[in-house]
């Protein structure tokens, strides 16, 4: 790399800095940072996860969570607690290591002018920013997956790099559990890819003991991983909500096909060939993978789910639409003139691969898909240089001022709309609530002989934990003993008891409280079922609380 392309990337590497740097503890944790950060917290004060199980692979409290993230998180909340930035800045980490990793990509496939565009686009994309900013697992994993395809695309006369290759690809399928189909699945053609790199190497001496060491380390990750499949239940989660596991899915099919069988009577044959369940269930999930690609996904609306997208429009920018579609037609054209179909083999099998982690689930999701994400800005930056490379034409320059125009009219709006509107329209989808009422307790606790906690706040049971800094063996030991209280589910932190009551048990268990009690819970909620209650607001966006006094001697 020579310096001007050095200072251009550290340049590059300056906006994507300050794009997701700005801010970044601003939102509260949501519920699986919340679950995240505890979770590092005290292994790193126990060595035992939340439950008490010892130096897990799998965290349960997760839904099957993989290790990946809580334990690369440990050295961050080591230094800065169980807090936003605790958990968040491995992502946030991992979003300027991509921007790094896509200039290298882009260098070897194509030229560096290429690999700098691609970089810049990845500076800026609301996709990347949008996960850096969040401690997601997804994130993590993209950067070990995009390391572990730059080293072995860089492995020849670096034999070494075959060993950062196994060892990122087998952290990657402990991080985030996608990425254990879509790497397998993309193995094949990244090795067909750099084949010809790997005979030579397998033919220098040097490469022996590297590549042994690699081949170890990739059956040793694909054999833990099988074994948390199976016995450390890291599949929960999406054993519960793919398509074949939901209920109301099943129940619509079988309903369906009843109603169609029961039109005309036909030979028993002929009518399970006509109508049946796997026609339903396979134009389902055709239709779901098709929706990855579709441009309300991807330039207009993005995943509707804001903690995932947290500037609202779609995972790529509109200008991207016209860079897609020129990167297209200059790939073709290069296959064409080249006759070197490798590269346009190597992109598009990867981006059609990408979304086979998630149709399962009838979604399109900025987590599972993410890792579509790097050749969508490699052909998007290849359609770019091809306007760039043609500039002397009006054309040509007229679509670089409206694409330049576009970009930056979207990244000011969206920037500015993330972080000064969007937190109070999604504010209860970021657990403010919890928060908030974790900063009144703390103040008013010392007033009362008792406070109870409704679960109806939502999360309240992991943001008191955390944002309390509880002593982790503690936490072990309720979640071990489950304790209760008066017959109902209680978590006891000195007069703190955050409590699962039933409604309709509700001013019973207040009114039986002895001594100075207060009670809070979510106002939407609880507004019917309990009487005698104020009413507090904190911020606007977020659900009120309700409190209720009692006094008994």
Known sequence: MNKKSLLVLVLILFIGFCLRFYKLANLPLYGDELTMVYDSYSLLRTGKDQLGNFLPLTFKMGAGRPAGYVYFSIPFVAIFGPTAWGVRFLSFLSGLGIIILIYFLGKKLFNERIGLIASLFTAVSFWDISL??????????????????????????????????????????????????????????????????????LKDKKSFFPILISIFLGFFAIALSLNETFKGFSEERFLSINVFSRKDVKDEITSEVAWERGLVKLPEKIEFLLSNKAFYYFNLLIGAYLNNFSPDFLFISGDKNPKHNLFEFGQMYYADFLLIFLG?????????????????????SWLFIAPLGSFLLLEEHALRNSFMLPPLLLISALGFYQLFEKRKNVLARLGLFAVCFLVFFQLALGFARANFLLPYKNADLWSYQARDVFEFVSKVKNKYDYVFLSKSIENIEYAYEVYGKVDPKEVQRQNQENPKIKGFWVRNFDNIFIVDVPNKDLDFFIESCSGRCLFIGDFVILKDIISDYKVINFRIGTRPILIKESYKK
Do not use: C, Q
Not at 335 to 346: A, D, G, R
């Open 132 to 201: 850096s900013r969040v401690g997601f697992e997804a994130h993590f994993a993209l950067f070990l997956a995009l390391l572990g395809v730059a080293s072995l695309l860089y492995s020849k006369g670096r034999p070494w790099l075959y060993v950062v290759f196994s060892l990122s690809w087998g952290l990657s399928i402990h991080t985030y559990p996608v990425y254990k189909l879509v790497l397998f699945l993309f193995l094949p053609f990244l090795f067909f890819y750099v084949f010809e790199d790997l005979k030579v190497s």
């Open 328 to 348: 297209v037609l200059a790939f073709a054209f290069m296959v064409f003139k080249t006759k070197n179909f490798k590269p346009f083999l190597f992109i598009f």
